[in-house]
């Protein structure tokens, strides 16, 4: 396919109730979403927590590239490009650290922490260059929500806030759950490398139709009741909030429980500690409202999971390749609630977990399936039927329908279209 066709092209391969297979199989089309996707919209980089002291580093990305995240030698929070302006190298091969300087491996000029070019080797070599025009390439817009750091490749565009809309509540709902009402980012990630297209993994972040099946062993070993959430005869609702955000909203089950703690798996007693921080911080009532609906599942478009427990960062590399950096979320000011998020976490998704390697068998079927071109389309109508709408007016339906992928494929057709 041509990148350069008309816009009607993504109206024959994008219907409300089926996507064409192509859609994550074509290398073209690959390239037009890095083009109208990824190098676009607000996509989810990295989080304040990870660099908490003046010239920490670290690196992330944005779709396939790699940005150096630094908080610089004046504490502001900065995305710069990894390419050397020189002749392209990789200006910083270190994961992480504390440096107020980079300098380039190939020929060693010298960057100041916020990008600015400050020497080369030989400078008698260089009469008349202009080093202010040769810093590091900087993202062109960065906003940070609740410690959340967003960067747009596009110097104009939506502000962060009009791309998150409803999804910002999630993420204020999470924060909620710490004491201090702030998540940190400090348990390190693992790297899942999968070979499918990443929007099979976007879509079956808020699928609640297969984690009674995929999932049924660690259901069952965990002696979980998981499973129930995501059944028939469950009361939690899929959501969509626009621009592409999904949500299984499981409170109405856990309200039902109407047990703190129920929705982490785990009581009041064996986090005592945690459970009086938060009545102190929030008052008897509404530390227990919070405790109740526990974290969100959320998935915010395009690129960042919020699954109760744990936090997923999808990138894609190519168009059957894509890496989930995946970290056990931490709740600032609560340490025993910490501990256990983090063996949670090891136990779903670690290197042995089962959660995740599940979900990732489940991926690649997929794609290797789209090499077989009969049928040609995938089927996206379960519950159309019965969408209704919630009190803010978003589009909601049973915790097992097709809902949020129809939403992400309405708000990514949108994103195609666009000039
Ligand atoms: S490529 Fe970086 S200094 Fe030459
Ligand atoms: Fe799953």
């Known amino acids: 396919m041509n990148i350069a066709t008309p816009s009607s092209t993504w109206s024959h391969l994008i219907?409300?109730?089926?996507?064409?297979?192509?859609?994550?199989?074509?290398?073209?089309?690959?390239?037009?979403?890095?083009?109208?996707?990824?190098?676009?919209?607000?996509?989810?980089?990295?989080?304040?927590?990870?660099?908490?002291?003046?010239?920490?580093?670290?690196?992330?990305?944005?779709?396939?590239?790699?940005?150096?995240?630094?908080?610089?030698?004046?504490?502001?929070?900065?995305?710069?490009?990894?390419?050397?302006?020189?002749?392209?190298?990789?200006?910083?091969?270190?994961?992480?650290?504390?440096?107020?300087?980079?300098?380039?491996?190939?020929?060693?000029w010298t960057f100041a922490n916020d990008g600015r070019l400050m020497g080369y080797a030989f400078p008698e070599g260089y009469q008349g260059a202009d080093k202010s025009k040769l810093g590091l390439g900087q993202v062109p817009r960065v906003a940070i929500y609740k410690g959340f750091v967003f960067g747009s490749m596009a110097p104009e565009g939506p502000s962060l806030e009009e791309h998150l809309g409803g999804a910002a509540d999630a993420i204020d709902r999470l924060?909620?759950?710490?004491?201090?009402?702030?998540?940190?980012?400090?348990?390190?990630?693992?790297?899942?490398?999968?070979?499918?297209?990443?929007?099979?993994?976007?879509?079956?972040?808020?699928?609640?139709?297969?984690?009674?099946?995929?999932?049924?062993?660690?259901?069952?070993?965990a002696d979980s009741k998981i499973g129930e959430l995501y059944g028939p005869d469950s009361s939690a609702v899929s959501r969509d909030f626009g621009n592409g955000h999904t949500e299984v909203d499981l409170r109405?089950?856990?309200?039902?429980?109407?047990?703190?703690?129920?929705?982490?798996?785990?009581?009041?007693?064996?986090?005592?500690?945690?459970?009086?921080?938060?009545?102190?911080?929030?008052?008897?009532?509404?530390?227990?409202?919070?405790?109740?609906?526990g974290t969100p599942h959320i998935m915010i478009f395009p690129n960042l999971f919020i699954a109760e427990i744990q936090l997923f960062v999808i990138q894609p590399k190519a168009v059957d390749e894509t890496i989930q950096h995946v970290t056990a979320l931490q709740f600032k000011g609560a340490s025993d609630f910490n501990r256990r998020l983090r063996q949670q976490t090891m136990g779903s998704v670690g290197p042995a977990g089962?959660?995740?390697?599940?979900?990732?068998?489940?991926?690649?079927?997929?794609?290797?399936?789209?090499?077989?071109?009969?049928?040609?389309?995938?089927f996206l109508e379960r519950g159309m039927h019965r969408e209704g709408h919630d009190a803010d007016g978003y589009t909601i339906g049973h915790s097992t329908d097709d809902l949020p992928s129809r939403g992400i494929w309405r708000h990514y057709k949108s994103l195609m279209e666009a000039e």
């Open 175 to 221: 924060c909620e759950n710490s004491p201090e009402g702030e998540i940190e980012v400090t348990a390190g990630f693992l790297h899942h490398r999968t070979k499918a297209n990443w929007k099979f993994i976007l879509e079956n972040e808020c699928d609640g139709y297969h984690p009674g099946f995929v999932h049924a062993s660690i259901f069952s070993v």
């Open 252 to 293: 109405p089950e856990f309200r039902k429980r109407d047990e703190v703690l129920s929705w982490f798996g785990t009581t009041a007693g064996k986090l005592p500690d945690y459970v009086s921080k938060m009545e102190a911080a929030y008052g008897a009532e509404k530390a227990r409202e919070i405790m109740i609906d």
């Open 15 to 108: 219907e409300p109730g089926r996507v064409h297979g192509s859609l994550y199989a074509d290398s073209e089309i690959f390239k037009a979403e890095l083009e109208k996707i990824w190098f676009r919209t607000w996509v989810y980089v990295g989080h304040v927590s990870e660099i908490p002291n003046r010239n920490d580093f670290i690196i992330k990305s944005i779709g396939p590239l790699p940005v150096i995240m630094v908080r610089d030698r004046k504490g502001e929070i900065r995305l710069l490009q990894n390419r050397c302006p020189h002749r392209g190298n990789t200006v910083c091969v270190t994961e992480k650290g504390n440096r107020s300087s980079f300098t380039c491996p190939y020929h060693s």
């Open 354 to 378: 089962f959660l995740l390697a599940d979900d990732t068998e489940m991926y690649e079927r997929n794609q290797r399936g789209l090499a077989m071109n009969d049928p040609e389309w995938l």
